[in-house]
């Protein structure tokens, strides 16, 4: 009876003992958000504009990063810029935190949150498109975090790394997608280690997102996916805590049990079999 008595008190005093996350932790910090122009990164801007940090957003649309930026201003935004561009382009990502050394004299929270468009269907076979998209949604942001990290090191800060359930476990008809996000868990997962051994104080927050309400999921899962989405504007402030906490992963919308993880490892044909009956195969699109 003891030992189980113990643990829970254990557990209690340790979720207790846990920061809470208050809104004043982000106020005048230096933060990048990329992908920011539509979706889950423009509500993360709007989350920080109102907690009054310095917001530097990018994506390709200049048109729609002037308007995020404004109503950022409009929120009660330190300061809010913008700068436009694509992440095929190593230099572009470089360009894009050099920018934040120029503009805002250092940055405390790095949020890696943009994707490239990619089909949701069958594997089509296209080895270009899984290089391209590798490109956008893996390498910039190792070229991102690469330029970012003498920063982050002087004022010990943040590297936010937004993923997905697709990055975890197997999911069908994102062949390409799912690859670029199982190559961050492991590129982050291990660059974590190496900073626990050489005492990096530099924290690296996993996002393993569901189905979140965004125009582009939408159009593409939600004739096919049996599951409602989880509302966008809750995804980006659940994003925004984890980082200021510095928690280690957050999983949205996925509970405490984070079952499909026990089940990937203990019960791998199941969780598959689970997965599959999530989709309306007639709703696919064919490619
Ligand atoms: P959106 O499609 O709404 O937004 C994607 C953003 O990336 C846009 O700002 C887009 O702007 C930008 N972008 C696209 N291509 C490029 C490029 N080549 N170079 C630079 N920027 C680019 O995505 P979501 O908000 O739905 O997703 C945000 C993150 O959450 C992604 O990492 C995604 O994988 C993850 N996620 C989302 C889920 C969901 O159901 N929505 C589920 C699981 C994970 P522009 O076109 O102007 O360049």
Same mark, same amino acid.
């Given at each position: 009876i003891l030992i189980p008595f113990l643990g829970l008190v254990l557990a209690f005093w340790f979720y207790s003992a846990r920061e809470n996350f208050k809104p004043e932790m982000l106020k005048g910090k230096r933060v990048i958000v990329t992908g920011a122009s539509t979706g889950i990164g423009e509500q993360m801007a709007y989350h920080l504009a109102r907690m009054g940090? #310095?917001?530097?957003?990018?994506a390709r649309t200049e048109a729609k990063l002037q308007k995020v930026v404004e109503r950022c201003l409009e929120l009660g935004a330190a300061s809010a810029r913008y700068v436009s561009g694509t992440m095929e382009d190593m230099a572009f990502a470089e360009h894009v935190v050099k920018e934040a050394e120029t503009s805002l004299g250092g940055l405390d929270m790095l949020i890696l949150n943009h994707v490239g468009t990619s089909y949701f269907g069958y594997f089509n076979g296209d080895v270009g #498109?899984? /290089?391209?998209?590798?490109?956008?949604?893996?390498?910039? *942001?190792?070229?991102?975090?690469?330029?970012?990290l003498p920063m982050l090191k002087a004022s010990?800060?943040?590297? $936010? $790394? $937004?993923?997905?359930?697709?990055?975890?476990?197997?999911?069908?008809?994102t062949v390409p997608y799912s690859a670029t996000k199982f190559a961050l868990d492991g590129f982050f997962s291990s660059l974590r280690q190496e900073f626990s051994i050489q005492s990096v104080n530099v924290s690296i927050t996993l996002c393993i997102l569901g189905f979140i309400d965004t125009e582009s999921?939408? /159009?593409?899962a939600a004739e $096919?996916?049996?599951?409602?989405?989880a509302p966008r504007e809750e995804c980006a402030l659940e994003i925004l805590r984890a980082g200021a906490l510095r928690r280690r992963e957050?999983?949205?919308r996925y509970g405490s049990t984070r079952l499909p993880l026990?089940?990937?490892?203990?019960?791998?044909?199941?969780?598959? *079999?689970?997965?599959?009956? /999530? *989709? /309306?195969l007639d709703g696919l699109k064919r490619n």
């Open positions: 940090s #310095h917001i530097l957003i990018t #498109h899984v /290089r391209k998209l590798l490109e956008i949604n893996f390498l910039s *942001y190792v070229a991102m975090t690469t330029s970012a010990e800060g943040s590297i $936010v $790394v $937004v993923s997905s359930m697709a990055g975890k476990v197997g999911f069908p008809f999921a939408l /159009r593409a $096919v996916l049996l599951v409602p989405p957050l999983y949205y026990l089940l990937r490892d203990w019960a791998a044909e199941l969780l598959d *079999y689970l997965v599959r009956s /999530r *989709y /309306r």
